[in-house]
């Protein structure tokens, strides 16, 4: 095996990469398969491009399986979004690819890294406290989910070392 790829399961997964603008499709697909309100490949595209924003991949098969995506401003960051494939799930790969992406905004020189989350999103909840993050505070009924419910958003916080 390359030293490049690590296995998760029986997958083959490649190291974290930076993100690229010309990743805006595949990251649209991966976005399209989880959220009620999907981004499009457009709006990706921007972000992308926006030296502003910063993102980390990781690949399966030469295809996304993972990204995450946030936007700084001076030393303070939001982490905008992370996706992994509903495939690759619960193998690690959303922990890699957050703990890389935490290394790349610390050496940009982010000490304070903020993010929104649904309450009810265990997953997140579970991912993003594994690293290290703690509740700010709390956005009632911000999220409307495909049902029409509202769902209320925590404003989780780290400080980075
Ligand atoms: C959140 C998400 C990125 C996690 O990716 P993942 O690759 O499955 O996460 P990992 O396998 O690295 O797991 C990280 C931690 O979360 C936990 N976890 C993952 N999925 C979980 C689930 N469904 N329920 C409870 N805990 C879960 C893992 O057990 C692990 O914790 P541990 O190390 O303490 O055991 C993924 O579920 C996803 O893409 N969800 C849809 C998009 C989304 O909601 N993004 C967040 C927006 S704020």
């Known amino acids: 095996?390359?030293?490049?790829?690590?296995?998760?399961?029986?997958?083959?997964?490649?190291?974290?990469?930076?993100?690229?603008?010309?990743?805006?499709?595949?990251?649209?697909?991966?976005?399209?398969?989880?959220?009620?309100h999907p981004w499009a490949?457009?709006?990706?595209?921007?972000?992308?491009?926006?030296?502003?924003?910063?993102?980390?991949?990781?690949?399966?098969?030469?295809?996304?399986?993972g990204f995450v995506l946030s936007r700084r401003a001076l030393d303070e960051a939001e982490i905008l979004t992370i996706v992994v494939d509903t495939r690759l799930r619960q193998r690690?790969?959303?922990?890699?690819?957050?703990?890389?992406?935490?290394?790349?905004?610390?050496?940009?020189?982010?000490?304070?890294?903020?993010?929104?989350?649904?309450?009810?999103?265990?997953?997140?909840l579970a991912l993003y406290r594994r690293l290290g993050f703690t509740q700010l505070g709390m956005r009632k009924g911000y999220y409307v989910k495909k049902d029409g419910l509202r769902a209320n958003a925590l404003i989780l916080g780290r400080a980075q070392t």
């Open 41 to 65: 490949a457009s709006e990706f595209e921007a972000l992308l491009t926006d030296s502003a924003c910063f993102g980390e991949a990781i690949e399966a098969k030469s295809r996304l399986a």
């Open 92 to 124: 690690g790969c959303g922990q890699r690819l957050l703990a890389a992406h935490l290394s790349q905004l610390s050496a940009l020189g982010v000490i304070k890294l903020f993010l929104e989350v649904d309450e009810t999103n265990e997953a997140a």
């Open 1 to 36: 095996m390359k030293s490049s790829l690590f296995r998760l399961g029986r997958q083959a997964m490649s190291a974290p990469r930076a993100l690229r603008p010309s990743d805006g499709a595949a990251c649209a697909a991966l976005h399209r398969a989880s959220f009620a």
